[in-house]
């Protein structure tokens, strides 16, 4: 057994189909009285169910959450919370909405509690992101963890099949890194197994049937395990190629992460052998990062960057961008082999 170091991190999770119901006596378990809730525009509708849920102890709705949190944003909502006296915030959705609510929360300590919808996992990480005069700043901070997570499968039922797949997949690529973290340890491997397979199990299943109620609470449970593993350890070069990919080319989150994790394991898979086969096991295969690829393609996700709005003339850019700063990762930074992964997952290639 390897040194290491365990942190544990307080957070309340509620976890189960129907454990919504639950909602108002965890608002009371935080001695909260006044909720103020959060959501994007387009779930506005389940912001006012939570709202009709929470009765006299709602104060409000603001449903203007958007990705990457601009701050002029989190600055109203937290205006707002301010003159209607909310004592604490509802934030259903997802990372979006999550990181709208952290937001908030990091410089008010404005206890969150948060109903994720989606496979994103930020509900369990003391990580944030503002954008401020079109840079996006992140920092990590215990003061915006949610202080409970209600986990209601049944929330996820109207999840569109295709959001799922590459959610789901944007939660392995947080368990994938785990695994071959710097500063992984026991508990987060095992977490980080357990929610690949988890969530290997649920995708398929859930590309057949979009209302499989078994394969929904799976999902989500894969979801927990995977965003407690990216709370709790290092990521690496995948989350940064991904995090320039998505901030300066401005690609979607999620479909960024399904189509370039098998190629980032690929690049790391000589360097992290163990990480590799607890991978390909956890997905009932032999070779990791092609288990990945065929987790997407076989379940209809985009493959290939250049379907999902990237241009092949950025990728020199993008590559630069990912060579600065070194930081952990198995496998040295090479540019050239760095460059290599872009193109082939721009071109959406099955990694060898
Ligand atoms: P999102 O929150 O942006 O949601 C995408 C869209 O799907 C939104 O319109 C949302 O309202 C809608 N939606 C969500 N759940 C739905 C449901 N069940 N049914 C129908 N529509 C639904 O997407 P995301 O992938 O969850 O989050 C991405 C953002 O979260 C990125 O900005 C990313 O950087 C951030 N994130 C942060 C962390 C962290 O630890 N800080 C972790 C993961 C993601």
Request: glycine content about 10%; hydrophobic content about 45%; overall charge neutral.
């Amino acid at each position: 057994m390897k040194s290491f170091i365990y942190n544990g991190q307080a957070g309340r999770v509620i976890f189960g189909a129907g454990s919504l119901q639950h909602l108002v006596r965890e608002i009371d378990a935080l001695g909260a009285r006044k909720a103020l809730v959060l959501s994007t525009p387009e779930q506005r509708a389940s912001a006012e169910m939570i709202a009709d849920l929470l009765g006299s102890r709602a104060v409000g709705v603001f449903d203007r959450a958007v990705m990457h949190v601009p701050i002029e944003t989190a600055r109203e909502a937290r205006e707002l919370a301010r003159k209607l006296g909310a004592d604490c915030a509802v934030a259903i959705g997802g990372g979006s909405t999550t990181g709208l609510g952290k937001a908030m929360a990091l410089d008010s300590g404005l206890p969150i509690l948060a109903i994720p919808t989606t496979y994103a996992g930020s509900e369990m990480t003391p990580i944030y992101g503002i954008t401020e005069a079109g840079m996006k700043k992140t920092g990590k901070d215990v003061r915006v963890l949610p202080r409970t997570v209600i986990y209601d499968p049944e929330l996820t039922l109207g999840l569109p099949v295709g959001m799922s797949i590459t959610s789901g997949i944007n939660a392995i690529a947080h368990a994938a890194e785990g695994l071959y973290s710097v500063d992984c340890n026991p508990i987060m491997g095992l977490m980080a197994k357990e929610g690949i397979a988890a969530m290997g199990r649920a995708l398929p299943a859930i590309k057949k049937v979009a209302s499989d109620a078994a394969a929904r609470s799976d999902a989500l449970y894969g979801a927990w395990l995977c965003g407690t593993v990216l709370g709790n350890v290092g990521m690496a070069l995948h989350h940064k190629l991904c995090h320039t990919l998505g901030g300066s080319f401005n690609l979607p989150h999620a479909e960024t992460h399904t189509i370039v994790l098998p190629h980032a394991l690929a690049y790391n898979a000589a360097a992290a052998p163990e990480a590799m086969a607890d991978i390909a096991v956890a997905l009932g295969a032999v070779h990791g990062p092609q288990a990945v690829f065929d987790l997407a393609k076989n379940n209809g996700a985009p493959v290939a960057l250049r379907d999902i709005g990237m241009k092949e003339a950025d990728l020199d850019r993008a590559c630069d961008m990912a060579m600065q700063n070194q930081y952990p990762n198995p496998r040295p930074l090479e540019r050239r082999a760095i460059r290599q992964l872009l193109q082939q997952a721009f071109d959406g290639e099955r990694p060898g």
